[in-house]
């Protein structure tokens, strides 16, 4: 999109940067592709692992680029790939990519290379790496702005430690001349603290023409893509340095601790979300949200739970200390007790859990049910103002309403071989430390006597008693120990 001659002395006054409200309008700017590269092998990470399959946030360092880039709706994302290449096909295998094996590390040049026999001369493209994982739509909006149709820009950063990153060389005017990497660069130029992030816009033609040129005459020996900056000056291409607004956007991850700082700025900013939409949070430093997490209003959040995939808590819900909640819905009113793990629920309204409890996939609970200390429930639902308060287990079953499952019930759902079903109609009573062995059906208003193993089906609103029947032995004397 050529910018506007207004729009342009407007961007200059702000440094380059360009309003990101004007909307991207990828058709008058042409079609754009992607390259993502993520080659690399990542050696640092100390991981069998490969690099940018580490988790970020419950996804991988890759997938959240791959998201990015999908929002600004390319014609097409190339991933440049290469060691553990296999594992991250097969990671990642469902994302809507074009993969491009870089079967040799030869350096960015000869990685952004691999992708262009792919890539039409009438588009743009923008390179992003793999392990630069939080980098925004809205940056990205800026720098394809800042490029125009036929112009090159580049994404930098001002770091207070420079180490490691390829210097931003700009001539007496202040343009951009050429990026220099560490290890070729002079004593003056190391003292430079404007950082090469490594994104970059540049028209496809162009580009595939500068890459056809690079040699590897450098200290590394590597085809390097900064060399693409020099080249476009020298053609007389207009190049572009964007100053990253959001410093922290542009981090990589190159070893475990710069994954936790990630992790910790990930952390930091859904809290922040969640603080501002309405959620109290007993501590913002001290919640981890690896996925999404939907809420209503007056939702409470004790310290140190863990969201995992999607899950959403109705109105007034309050979780407790140390929950792990994943891939689960709350209803309104309900109260998560302190430690409970909680895995593919359905909760319903009011119901109270915990503390202590597990619910496992399936476990579908009406209004009202409480799930106490010690009981875990799987694949079987509960209906309305059912409990099971206190060290029981409850799975493959069909419970009705109004049943108290005594402490110490089992559901012998499984013979060593096959599961079978249970079914409890409503208003049952089990007592405690009863043994129900599947399948069974439990009629309804029945009461099971406590410590009985039942094995045939009981019949409605009678008491069943499957138990050794007590009995008192008159005159038994214990054995007393002889004294020799
Ligand atoms: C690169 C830049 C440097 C910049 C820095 C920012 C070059 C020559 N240097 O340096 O200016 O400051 O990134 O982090 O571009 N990769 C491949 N194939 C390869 C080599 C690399 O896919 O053959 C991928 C890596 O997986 C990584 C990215 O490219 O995602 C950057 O590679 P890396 O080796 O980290 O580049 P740096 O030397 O750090
Ligand atoms: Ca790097």
């Not at 290449?85 to 809507?96: H, I």
């Not at 950082?195 to 390097?224: D, F, H, M």
């Not at 913002?284 to 959040?301: E, K, Q, S, W, Y």
């Amino acid at each position: 999109m050529p910018m506007r001659r207004r729009e342009k002395r407007k961007a200059a006054r702000r440094g380059g940067k360009v309003d990101q409200r004007v909307p991207h309008d990828p058709v008058r700017a042409g079609p754009l592709s992607i390259v993502i590269l993520a080659a690399g092998e990542g050696r640092r990470m100390r991981s069998a692992l490969p690099k940018v399959l580490q988790p970020l946030a419950g996804r991988p360092l890759l997938q959240h680029v791959i998201d990015t880039a999908r929002t600004l709706a390319p014609s097409a994302v190339h991933v440049v790939y290469g060691h553990g290449g296999e594992r991250v096909r097969t990671a990642l295998g469902a994302a809507p990519v074009s993969w491009v094996l870089q079967a040799h590390q030869l350096g960015t040049g000869h990685a952004v290379l691999q992708a262009m026999p792919e890539i039409p001369d009438d588009h743009r493209v923008l390179v992003l790496y793999g392990d630069v994982p939080l980098i925004s739509r809205d940056t990205l909006l800026q720098l394809l702005q800042l490029a125009g149709e036929n112009g090159v820009s580049l994404l930098t950063a001002r770091f207070e430690d420079p180490q490691g990153y390829g210097r931003i060389v700009r001539d007496a005017r202040g343009l951009v001349r050429q990026i220099v990497e560490q290890k070729d660069a002079s004593v003056k130029q190391l003292a430079i603290r404007e950082c090469n992030t490594g994104v970059l816009v540049s028209p496809a033609r162009a580009l595939r023409n500068w890459l056809g040129r690079l040699t590897a005459a450098n200290s590394q020996g590597e085809y390097y893509l900064t060399d693409v900056i020099a080249a476009a000056r020298r053609d007389k291409v207009p190049v572009q340095a964007l100053l990253a607004p959001e410093p922290n956007e542009v981090l990589g991850v190159n070893d475990k601790a710069q994954l936790a700082r990630l992790e910790s700025l990930c952390r930091g900013r859904s809290a922040r979300e969640l603080l501002l939409a309405g959620v109290t949070l007993a501590d913002p430093a001290r919640i981890d949200v690896r996925g999404t997490l939907t809420h209503g209003n007056d939702v409470f959040i004790d310290v140190n739970v863990i969201f995992e995939g999607r899950v959403a808590l109705g109105d007034r819900v309050r979780i407790g200390a140390g929950c792990m909640v994943r891939d689960s819905e709350i209803g309104a009113d309900t109260q998560v007790h302190p430690h409970c793990v909680i895995e593919g629920a359905l909760i319903g309204p009011a119901c109270l859990i915990g503390p202590f409890a597990r619910l496992r996939p399936a476990a579908t609970l009406g209004p009202q049910v409480h799930i106490g200390n010690f009981v875990e429930v799987k694949n079987a639902q509960l209906g309305a103002s059912s409990k099971a308060n206190h060290l029981a287990y409850v799975g493959d079953a069909e419970v009705g309403h109004h049943v108290n499952i005594g402490a110490g019930t089992i559901v012998a759902n499984y013979d060593g071989a096959q599961k079978h079903q249970t079914i409890i109609g409503d208003d049952v009573h089990t007592g405690s430390n009863s043994v129900l062995v599947a399948p069974i059906v439990v009629g309804a208003g029945a009461t099971i006597a406590a410590g009985s193993t039942v094995t045939h089906s009981v019949p409605a609103g009678k008491l069943t008693i499957a138990r050794a029947v007590q009995a008192t032995v008159e005159g038994w004397r214990r054995p007393s120990k002889s004294t020799k």
